[in-house]
């Protein structure tokens, strides 16, 4: 080998490894914190489905609409990671106060919004056809849950403002609290034992919606009272709305919102092209869907620690520690979808029988969970190409380029497939999986293409303007 050789790879192959320690450090926690936010959803449709069939039904028709209130107000509040990580790598953290103040004001407005919309959703319970069997107790369901959207989104705000400064384990501390408290107050409100009311779907609204609350307020004194966060001048002032600032953060909140909306649109508008093909065929997508959204939490952990690596060298201006950190995190993400990929394809019908009993169902869901091991490798690259594009504060073309991909691709393949070509779910899945193959090209060749022609440095944080303390220009 010769030395000009060797002399690199002894420079490249230490830095690759502390890269990875330091991305799977952030990384680690992150992923438990999403682990436990789905352990909420699970625990809402085991309990909910041991009531009885019209409450399990219920609650999963209400928090379909519930899940639009929170992919908008959680990728909106997307924009606070990076920038706070911007901020913390330039050595800026006392500007950082000035920054969070405005991103709780977007929480406030969002958040009121948001319960305005969840708690009058009448006419989308309509346009998504609910049974009029249901329509009272979905109603019931989301003016209850409705409540917990201001803290929902203000939660956010402060998890963004704990994993833009590399701190991600109060994530994990306060999603596993919300997991503990939600768990048996669901049991409380909705069976009532020892004489309570038995409310039904209206508890689990009620639950969710303290549950909510309780992780807010309980985040925000851990993080006022904590050495760790000294120095950020969070009480220095207070600030009415500097609408300047706030624009800053929905210029690059807006398009992540609308990315994480299309994204989840699509799996909601499969799942209801599926619903009309029959029941076991239905059973079988909401197994598999299961398993492939269980699996995605790792690399979308990979992705918010990939973002806080990006947003930190960026800060630092140090444009080869921008490329380490995104190509560094992207390889993990393989590896990770590896190991995922090669469990789903080789014991799909073991998987399918933790769901269900029925051999026509399990059958159907292991054709299915075939399809979903095959994308794993394309969902991993894209969620963590656009993870480390968030790094940059380049969220508009990625926001086009998921609406083309999802929307462009994989719903008309998906219908094409699956009615034309008569092959049912499984065809939905292929679209599917066309859709993401789509975002993973287009969005890895726009980070390949930003990280080498450092289309970023324009986006690092420069002087405040002096009318808007801490404004990101």
Not at 138 to 167: K, Q
Not at 194 to 215: K, M, N
């Amino acid at each position: 080998m010769s030395s000009p050789r060797l002399f690199r790879r002894s420079i490249v192959w230490p830095r690759v490894r502390r890269e990875w320690r330091a991305t799977l450090h952030l990384a680690l926690p992150l992923i438990g914190a999403q682990l436990a936010a789905m352990g909420t959803n699970v625990v809402d449709a085991i309990l909910a489905g041991h009531l009885n069939p019209h409450v399990q039904a219920t609650v999963t028709t209400g928090a379909s609409v519930w899940t639009l209130a929170i992919l908008l107000g959680v990728g909106t509040m997307m924009a606070v990671p990076p920038t706070v990580a911007q901020l913390d790598g330039a050595g800026r953290r006392h500007e950082v106060g000035a920054v969070i103040r405005q991103a709780l004001w977007i929480a406030l407005i969002l958040g009121v919004v948001l319960c305005v919309f969840v708690r009058h959703a009448e006419p989308a319970l309509n346009f998504i056809g609910v049974v009029p069997s249901l329509h009272h107790d979905v109603a019931r369901f989301l003016g209850a849950v409705g409540w917990g959207a201001p803290a929902l989104v203000g939660y956010f705000a402060l998890r963004g403002l704990s994993e833009g400064l590399s701190m991600p384990r109060p994530s994990l501390l306060f999603s596993l609290m919300g997991l503990v408290i939600l768990a048996p107050l669901d049991y409380l409100l909705m069976y009532g034992p020892f004489g309570l009311p038995q409310l039904g779907a209206l508890g689990s609204g009620i639950a969710t919606a303290v549950t909510l609350w309780c992780e807010f307020i309980g985040f925000a004194i851990y993080i006022l009272c904590h050495r760790n966060y000294r120095g950020l001048g969070l009480l220095e002032r207070f600030d009415w709305p500097q609408w300047k600032a706030i624009r800053e953060l929905l210029h690059l909140g807006v398009p992540m919102a609308v990315s994480v909306v299309m994204e989840g649109g699509l799996f909601v508008a499969a799942a209801l092209a599926i619903a009309t093909l029959g029941v076991d065929q239905a059973a079988a997508h909401q197994i598999a869907l299961s398993v492939a959204s269980v699996t995605f939490m790792v690399p979308l952990g990979l992705a918010m620690a990939i973002t806080i690596r990006v947003g930190n060298a960026v800060g630092r201006d140090d444009a080869t520690a921008v490329r380490y950190a995104g190509f560094c995190g992207i390889t993990m993400v393989l590896a990770t979808q590896l190991v995922s990929a090669t469990l789903v394809l080789t014991l799909p019908h073991a998987i399918a029988r933790l769901y269900s009993d029925d051999a026509t169902v399990v059958a159907l869901a292991a054709q299915l969970l075939m399809i979903a091991g095959v994308f794993q490798f394309s969902d991993g690259i894209q969620v963590a190409a656009n993870g480390a594009l968030r790094g940059l504060k380049d969220t508009r073309v990625p926001m086009f380029i998921t609406m083309l991909a999802y929307w462009g691709v994989g719903m008309p393949v998906g219908l094409w497939l699956a009615f034309h070509h008569h092959l049912g779910a499984r065809g939905m899945w292929m679209g599917l999986a066309a859709g993401l193959s789509a975002a993973a090209v287009m969005l890895f060749t726009r980070w390949y293409r930003s990280a080498h022609r450092e289309r970023w440095r324009g986006r690092a944080p420069q002087t405040p303007l002096p009318d808007v303390p801490g404004l990101i220009s």
